[in-house]
């Protein structure tokens, strides 16, 4: 397991059945999502979920980051999934009419199945 | 329409100072009555404005000022409550003496387009009533974003 610290937020990442699992903790703002897409990069290529549980708010530099991946894996051979979305996380999403652009899964499992 | 500035914050334009800037505006809209979701969306709407003028504005300089007013403001009349009790709202200023733009070039994008970057113009005019973008009257530098937020029944805490 990878653990990076910068600012509020906190990220690891583990690889389970060769899928990239990435947990932030913490908000995802302007000062985070660097670090976040860092840690997204190092998937490119194959199967990443993002696990959201962790992460009580997102802002617009967030979703870029998270278009950005799914952008990079739509162009090669990879996959994003987004779960445990809670519902002000969600809410962002639905402001900038993204909900139906990504994978959202409800849970974690149901993110390694899709 | 009685108006009383009730904070004034001064910030530098460094990304780790968002969650705190949230967080105040947060709890400001909290005691004046907003419900959790409205207190949320004030929050987003800070923090979008206070990352374009870090971005945009100042370049990514972390070192630059940026000021926030909140004011807690009555008798805004709308359609709704003109017969009624006026309604009160939450007033937010931001203000910086990042280089000046012409207010009628900031606008939102096309949201079809699937991009990274470019929304947070459109989060701001989404979750805020009333969005005005102006340059700072008597100086040569600096733009000014006034945002209203009426707290109507729907957006006040139950």
């Known amino acids: ?114 | 329409m009685s108006t009383q500035t009730d904070v004034r914050l001064q910030l530098p334009s460094n990304p780790l100072f968002l969650s705190g800037a949230r967080e105040m505006v947060y709890q400001f809209a909290s005691r004046s009555g907003f419900s959790d979701e409205a207190c949320g969306q004030l929050a987003l709407a800070v923090d979008e404005a206070l990352c374009n003028v870090m971005r945009h504005g100042y370049g990514k300089a972390p070192d630059r000022p940026i000021w926030i007013s909140l004011a807690f403001v009555g008798g805004v009349a709308t359609p709704e409550t003109q017969h009624q009790n006026p309604t009160e709202a939450l007033r937010i200023v931001i203000e910086d003496e990042a280089r000046q733009v012409e207010p009628s070039t900031i606008k939102s994008r096309d949201l079809d387009e699937i991009r990274p970057g470019g929304l947070g113009v459109h989060i701001i005019t989404e979750v805020m009533d009333e969005v005005r973008w102006e340059k700072r009257p008597n100086s040569d530098v600096g733009m000014r974003l006034t945002m209203v937020k009426k707290r109507t029944p729907a957006a006040a805490a139950s």
């Open chain 1, 1 to 114: 397991m990878a653990d990076n610290v910068l600012g509020p937020l906190s990220v690891s990442s583990r690889i389970v059945n060769d899928v990239v699992v990435i947990t932030p903790s913490g908000d995802i703002d302007l000062s985070g999502s660097p670090l976040l897409r860092q840690e997204l990069k190092k998937g490119q290529g194959k199967k990443i979920v993002v696990d959201l549980a962790g992460v009580p708010y997102m802002d617009s530099s967030g979703l870029a980051t998270l278009v950005e991946a799914m952008q990079a894996s739509r162009r090669g051979s990879g996959q994003l999934v987004l779960c445990n979305l809670s519902e002000r996380v969600r809410s962002i999403f639905a402001i900038a009419k993204l909900e139906t652009v990504f994978k959202l899964a409800a849970t974690l499992d149901d993110a390694m199945a899709k």
